[in-house]
Each structure stands twice: as C-alpha cells, then as structure tokens.
C-alpha cells in the first residue's frame, strides 16, 4: 500500500458528489489501508455478475456504468463504484468501464469492516456516504437533466 498524496486526499475532500460526510481524517484513514489500481481506457473495473469484494474511490479519470436501459451514468474523481455488491454481498448489477485511464482507491471488505469496528463514527460517515450517493444516482436516473 502506497502514501497518499494530499492532492489525492483534496480532491476526496473537496468533492460535492463523493463520500461528503467523510472528514479529511476520515479519508486518511481510508487512503493509508487502501489499495491503489490503476485501469487503462476501456478496461473494467466493475464486472457485472461478479462481486466486488469492497469499493473503488476513484482519484483520476472518470468511468462510464454500462447499464442495459443503454444509458451510461459518469463516475468522476472522488466518487466510488462497487457500492451495491458490496453492501448486499451479490455480483455487481452493472460493468463499470474506465472512460480514460483511472486510478482509484480499492478497499476491500474485510479492510473496512476493521476500521469500522476500530472507529464506529468512520463507519457511520461512510455509510451515510454511500447512502447520500445512491439517492443521488438514483434521483439523477428518474429526472435526467
């Protein structure tokens, strides 16, 4: 597991459409157990049908959710993919492409599962997080701008 640089952690931080309850603690504790991956253009990070294990939080790039309504919803910095297999424990719903090459925390189920257990607030953040952002996502699917 690499350091995180602090623009990595600004970028988190500061994101509107991100985990947004997360404190800059938080997202230190998070970077320093999590894995860092990278993907080339084109390359999935997220197989439908298979479970994800945990979550990726993407730090550069953006990734495109391949969805069979044949719309593609945008997943940009800061914001996470893999959520839903990793909250019920079932294969991913949907392939998520890199649009361009990313790079992205990967934080596995175990991993979070301790930190969570070790700091209860984390995980109460995290989750509130990971909630916000579904609303979001499904609020933007129903009322397309």
Same mark, same amino acid.
């Given at each position: 597991?690499?350091?995180?640089?602090?623009?990595?952690?600004?970028?988190? *931080?500061?994101? &509107?459409?991100?985990?947004?309850?997360?404190?800059?603690?938080?997202?230190?504790?998070?970077?320093? &157990?999590?894995?860092?991956?990278?993907?080339?253009?084109?390359?999935?990070?997220?197989?439908?049908?298979? $479970?994800?294990?945990?979550?990726?939080?993407?730090?550069?790039?953006? *990734?495109?959710?391949?969805?069979?309504?044949?719309?593609?919803?945008? !997943? *940009?910095?800061?914001? !996470?993919?893999?959520? !839903?297999?990793?909250?019920?424990?079932?294969?991913?719903?949907?392939?998520?492409?890199? *649009?361009?090459?990313?790079?992205?925390?990967?934080?596995?189920?175990?991993?979070?599962?301790?930190?969570?257990?070790?700091?209860?607030?984390?995980?109460?953040?995290?989750? $509130?997080?990971?909630?916000?952002?579904?609303? $979001?996502?499904?609020?933007?699917? !129903?009322?397309?701008?």
């Amino acid at each position: 597991m690499q350091k995180s640089s602090q623009t990595d952690l600004s970028v988190l *931080a500061a994101s &509107k459409r991100g985990l947004v309850f997360l404190t800059p603690n938080d997202f230190n504790l998070l970077a320093d &157990k999590a894995s860092r991956v990278k993907f080339k253009k084109g390359e999935a990070i997220v197989h439908k049908g298979k $479970r994800t294990h945990g979550v990726y939080l993407l730090l550069k790039g953006s *990734a495109k959710v391949e969805l069979t309504s044949g719309k593609s919803p945008q !997943i *940009a910095p800061a914001e !996470i993919c893999g959520e !839903i297999s990793f909250l019920d424990e079932l294969p991913a719903t949907a392939n998520v492409v890199a *649009a361009e090459p990313v790079e992205a925390f990967y934080l596995d189920s175990p991993t979070l599962q301790t930190l969570f257990e070790l700091f209860p607030h984390l995980g109460s953040r995290f989750y $509130r997080s990971l909630a916000s952002s579904l609303s $979001r996502r499904m609020r933007e699917m !129903i009322n397309p701008k």
